[in-house]
């Protein structure tokens, strides 16, 4: 071989290990920190509508909130909050926690009347539904 090919050859091989390295992945998004939730109903444009004000803390001011994910179980109502990191960034200490607020919207269509227990994240509050529309409990937990 002369020094032509094993030049051709070291380049070619710089080119696919170049080609092949690994990039960056985004790590499983995760649960928001929620520390305080807030559950509200009344009538909005003619409407029965119900909303979860929610506040809490994202890991680090690279962290983006995703789209909230709700599920029903029941008489269960529950709100998964999660969040983003970009791709290698990794979740820090307290210091560099970035506070937020969210106001989600709660799908109340055709739940039947009753006390339902809505949970964001973990954290818990409750939601009356009576037969003439939708209002907040004011006896929480008197029906559980």
């Known amino acids: 071989m002369n020094r032509f090919s094993i030049a051709i050859a070291a380049a070619v091989s710089l080119l696919v290990l170049i080609g092949c390295a690994t990039k960056p992945v985004a790590p499983p998004p995760s649960p928001a920190r929620i520390e305080t939730l807030n559950v509200f109903s009344g009538e909005f444009q003619g409407k029965i509508e119900a909303y979860a004000d929610v506040s809490g803390h994202l890991a680090n001011g690279a962290s983006q909130l995703i789209e909230p994910r709700q599920w029903r179980e029941g008489y269960r ?49 409750h939601l009356e539904i009576d037969g003439l529309g939708h209002r907040p409990a004011v006896d929480r937990g008197q029906f559980l």
Do not use: D, H, K
């Open 77 to 125: 109502l529950y709100i998964e909050v999660n969040e983003q990191l970009p791709a290698g960034e990794v979740a820090s200490g307290m210091a560099a926690q970035v506070p937020f607020q969210r106001r989600i919207p709660i799908e109340i269509t055709g739940l039947a009347p009753g006390v339902y227990i809505v949970n964001v994240n973990g954290r818990e509050e």
